[in-house]
């Protein structure tokens, strides 16, 4: 008989060969039901409630929680109250970005143009890097239009889409980004400074849209608007850009279409729009 043979018949090895190989997967299927737990409770969940829904052990599952929010896949508010944190919203958004999600939200985009006659715009942010990406787009049928690249990265401090972004990431963030990240000041009305950027984000809250004027390029204006997950939290924004021009003579009606569309965009992927009821 081999040692293989007789390591096989061994009892105590054999369970020692076991709790090794199951401590990975145990922890990977933890943290799914964990993400899960939370990803259909927009209120959030203390540590005691994950534990007892998820069936985890509180022992077992603090170091988990602890890591997930340090890593930013969740995050914790001053109740103790668990959340999903913005790392796994944009790995979300980031993987269904070329599947179903641009596909379901195109017809909005073509409506909207049809109604302003402006571009529209599906932008998304790429948190680690502090940028927006352009996901589609459909392009106004006046000659005189504005047009970007799909898959193209664009700061967020000068942009309708970035500045909306910011409004919307836990303080922590924001903060590393405005205490961190070198603002380009691209023409007179771009802003770059952290107390007037930190005015334009409360504006934004206080509003529940975005707008520039003349930030990034002289006589581009832009609009944009939140469309949000089930559990609430932001997955992309809604943008309709063209001249300045336009843009102000138009500014209430797009202001109107522009928040229209994101809410029936947020409801259209079973989304919940904060302090609304689902309908």
């Given at each position: 008989m081999s040692k293989y043979q007789q390591m096989d018949k061994n009892?105590?090895?054999?369970?020692?060969?076991?709790?090794?190989?199951d401590k990975g997967p145990?922890?990977?299927?933890?943290i799914l039901t964990i993400l899960?737990?939370?990803?259909?409770?927009?209120?959030?969940?203390t540590l005691s409630e994950l534990a007892k829904t998820a069936g985890i052990?509180?022992?077992?599952i603090v170091g988990l929680l602890t890591g997930l929010t340090e890593g930013n896949c969740l995050k914790r508010d001053s109740s103790g109250r668990y959340f999903l944190?913005?790392?796994f919203i944009a790995l979300a958004m980031s993987t269904a970005t070329n599947q179903e999600f641009v596909s379901l939200l195109h017809p909005s985009l073509l409506e909207l143009v049809n109604k302003t006659g402006e571009t529209a715009i599906?932008?998304?942010?790429?948190?680690?890097e502090y940028f927006i990406t352009f996901l589609d787009k459909v392009e106004s049928p006046s000659s005189i239009r504005y047009t970007v690249t799909i898959g193209e990265r664009r700061e967020l401090h000068c942009t309708v889409a970035g500045k909306l972004f910011l409004s919307y990431l836990p303080e922590d963030r924001l903060e590393t980004y405005l205490s961190t990240c070198r603002r380009k000041k691209f023409t007179d009305k771009t802003l770059t400074g952290k107390s007037e950027l930190r005015a334009a984000i409360e504006e934004i809250k206080k509003d529940g849209f975005a707008r520039t004027f003349d930030e990034r390029v002289v006589g581009a204006s832009a609009l944009a608007a939140p469309i949000y997950s089930g559990n609430g939290q932001v997955l992309a924004a809604i943008m309709l850009a063209g001249p300045t021009e336009r843009m102000r003579n138009n500014n209430k009606l797009n202001e109107r279409l522009v928040l229209q569309t994101a809410e029936e965009a947020s409801r259209l992927?079973?989304?919940s729009i904060p302090g609304k009821a689902a309908g």
């Open positions: 009892p105590q090895s054999k369970t020692v060969k076991q709790s090794t190989s145990r922890s990977v299927e933890r899960e737990t939370l990803a259909s409770n927009r209120t959030g969940a052990p509180k022992s077992s944190g913005p790392r599906i932008a998304s942010l790429v948190l680690d992927l079973g989304g």
